[in-house]
């Protein structure tokens, strides 16, 4: 049996900002409903990938800006580093590791994402 992780959820604190800050980022909006007046979903997918990201109001009592360690995988740290810069996130250098090179940045509520690129393989 397949299991397939689609959506995660991110806790932020306000759900317009949150999908201004992501569709910044080149990630595609698919969808912002509010089928009920106290509950709305936002999702958003990254470019290639097959997992998406969600945020709501009136469903989770997550924290904002509690999520860690949420990773994207690129081809080439650099290019991804000069990707982010040019959108305007606040992103550190280029971090070698035997793992990979990774990236790291954060949302508008303190929400953490590492973007690497892996390690070439045997």
Known sequence: MDMKLEVVVIP?????????????LGWRLDADVAPAPDYRVVQLTPPGSACSISFTTGVHN?????????????D?????????????????????????RFVFFSDPDGNSWSVQQLPPRP
């Open 76 to 100: 080439d740290a650099d290019a991804a580093r000069e990707a982010l810069i040019q959108r305007g996130v606040e992103v550190g250098e280029v971090q070698e590791f035997p793992w990979g």
């Open 12 to 24: 932020v604190s306000d759900v317009d900002k949150a999908r201004d800050f992501y569709q910044a």
């Open 62 to 74: 997550m924290q904002p800006g509690s999520l860690e360690g949420l990773q994207l995988v690129v």
